[in-house]
């Protein structure tokens, strides 16, 4: 059994494609939820996170900041299905959501190879670090996958 901490960072040409040309241009990270230009929250974790059989993706997310700004999420992002939030000052949000293209592989090769994910997952300044674990030839196809460079 091996392991591997990685931090998933996305280009520039991976923002603009994603529909997360905004960010780039004002600077602001992929952890913050902003609704009308307004922060409403700060992704703090991501206690789990799974792609489902119909090719969406369900995550529990910690976050801080407004729960009930951010429940409206659906409305705002095309790509949130659905979003049921706790209370309190620091919250959990259940969301059902369209997985972009990374996320789907990385899903994708957990679901298929003997790898698994170390709950939670954190934002950094430089990106989402992961820690991967599982067998060292699988660690190797999933390396040798380019998802992870």
Not at 5 to 31: C, F, I, K, N, W
Not at 34 to 60: K, S, W
Not at 107 to 134: H, K, N
Not at 135 to 149: G, N, P, R, T, Y
Request: glycine letters at 6%; aromatic letters at 6%.
């Amino acid at each position: 059994m091996r392991y591997i901490t990685v931090v998933l960072a996305p280009t520039d040409e991976y923002l603009r494609s994603s529909g997360h040309q905004q960010m780039l241009e004002d600077g602001t990270g992929l952890s913050e939820i902003r609704i009308d230009d307004t922060l409403v929250a700060t992704q703090e974790a991501i206690e789990y996170a799974n792609l489902l059989d119909d090719g969406t993706a369900v995550a529990i997310v910690q976050f801080r900041g407004d729960a009930d700004q951010v429940a409206t999420i659906a409305d705002e992002t095309p790509e949130i299905i659905s979003c049921t939030v706790t209370g309190g000052e620091a919250w959990l949000a259940y969301l059902q959501y369209e997985p972009d293209e990374v996320e789907r592989t990385l899903y994708e090769l957990v679901d298929t190879e003997a790898i698994s994910i170390d709950w939670p997952v954190r934002d950094t300044a430089d990106g989402v670090q992961v820690t991967l674990f599982g067998e060292d030839a699988a660690l190797q196809q999933m390396i040798a996958a380019s998802l992870i460079k």
